[in-house]
């Protein structure tokens, strides 16, 4: 089973206003789909990033794909 972290929009109401839960999928799973693990938060209009660092390092170490997106999300919430 291939896995990656990767976001997921949980913000659809009111519009203009998103918001993602970033969370550990496997890889054939759809975006909004059902994940294995919740590992945080993040809000681009107010650029609030919350990430399990402890989990989220866990996951990468046995071997986990991060996207892009999520690289960067962890880089600034270090």
Not at 42 to 60: E, F, G, H, L, T
């Amino acid at each position: 089973m291939a896995v990656r972290i990767r976001l997921r929009r949980i913000g659809k109401n009111p519009k203009k206003q998103p918001h993602f839960r970033i969370a550990v999928y496997d890889e054939t799973k759809n975006r909004d789909g059902r994940s294995i693990e919740p590992l945080g938060f993040y809000n681009p209009v107010s650029k609030a990033v919350k990430i399990k660092k402890d989990r989220y390092d866990y996951w990468i170490s046995v071997g986990a794909l991060a996207s892009p997106t999520i690289k960067n999300l962890a880089k600034k919430a270090r």
